[in-house]
């Protein structure tokens, strides 16, 4: 079947849109230095890029017409899937699949307005549909925006009460009711937060059989000195079946507006080393500084971790040394080495409100801790609060350019193939 030769033109000015949306989109997204790799900035650049071209594409045959919009839709979604497959998506494609029918709604719209303003007052009617466009842009862009980049899943609270399953935490670190004197202005952090918006949590102050009873999840970060009892009582609990997640942290880093010695300061290394002896595990000193590791495809930020040594088989170390994750009787233990990553600073900007959402996170850190006791507890659901796509660290940046200009490029080849086809 011989292809029509006026073609040539849509099929170039498609690849000519969707390298200027794919180069804006990585200049204007910041996929590295914030470390996402989420189709959104493409798909909010796009409304904008499709009025600007509207006027002039209203001009072309409608046949014309109706090959450039999904084609140079079909040639960006393309070359934006994989640039951000080759830095880290998991999987772009079923959001682009959705942003390039979006896309084509808009473009039908402007390219509408257009022709109707053309047709209603003449060339300078295009105009007019241009200011109708941009008029609907402003009165639907904070709602564009909400669904694309905010709205990726329920909030972090959204469980209901009935379907939260109970944890028990006993910590020394000021996540409960922070380091204020007075009750009134106790606040919890927002890693407590989100903590509490996914289970039915008891703080516990002890750690004896009475406090253990009825539970079957337990929190444990960086505690105070347990007494000998209190180390035989948690024992016997995991033995006897009970699911717990231990934070121990051999350099505690946390920043504390209390004095060095206060009771009220969380212990500054792990005191747990009889419980780590009786189960065959060191917890030694690690790394300096913060570091990142991806768990699950979720990204956990740390500060100073230890690694540990396992000297039992029932105890596998994994994730660089950070996760010991111990069979102990009829329970289990997963053991890690920084409470540091309960600390709101590690994963949002403290200060900044509503810093938890997921389009301003920096990590993942209590949905990390969510997912161990989850995992102890041999259920998987839903986390609150939305996924993000994060840039994976062993990510090829050049390869991934050069996977995205293959359909550019293909789209460009195949225009001037028609072209010369024309001319000959």
Known sequence: MTLPIWLWRPVAAASLYAAVELGLGILLGDFFPAGRAEAGIFH???????????????????????????????AAALAEGLFLSGIGAPNPWPELAWG?????????????????????????????????????????????????????????????????????????????????????????????AVLRGEYEVKP??????????????????????????ELAALDAWVRGGGRALILTDPMLVWPSRLPPGD??????????????????LRLEDGERGQAVRFIGGRKLAVAAPGRFESANSACRVGDAGLVARCGVGRGGAFVVADADLMHDALWIEP??????????????????????IDELAGVTRQRGGGDVAWTSPQANRDRAFLLAALPILLAAVAGLALRFRRAS
């Open 100 to 192: 390039w029918g979006a896309g084509l709604l808009f473009a039908l719209l402007f390219d509408s307005l257009c022709l109707v303003g053309r047709d209603v007052l003449g060339r300078w009617g295009v105009i007019a549909g241009v200011v109708a466009g941009v008029v609907f842009m402003l009165a639907t862009g904070l709602t564009i925006y909400e669904g694309i980049v905010v709205d990726k899943g329920p909030p972090a609270s959204a469980a209901r009460d009935a379907d939260k399953p109970g944890l028990a935490v006993m910590t020394a670190l000021p996540v409960i009711w922070g380091e204020s004197d007075r009750l009134l202005d106790a606040k919890p952090s927002r890693t407590y």
């Open 351 to 372: 200060e900044l409100e509503g810093g938890d959402r997921r389009d301003l996170r920096t990590a993942d850190n209590p949905l990390v801790v969510a997912d161990w």
């Open 263 to 280: 009771a009220r300061r969380a212990p500054p290394v792990g005191l747990l080393g009889p419980l780590l002896d009786h189960w065959g």
């Open 204 to 229: 516990l102050d002890t750690l004896d059989e009475s406090a253990l009873k009825g539970a079957r999840l337990l929190l444990l970060a960086q505690p105070r000195r347990l007494a000998s009892a």
């Open 44 to 74: 909010l650049l796009r409304p904008g890029l499709l009025l600007i071209l509207a006027p002039f594409v209203s001009f072309w045959d409608w046949r014309m017409r109706a090959v450039f919009y999904p084609s140079a839709l079909l």
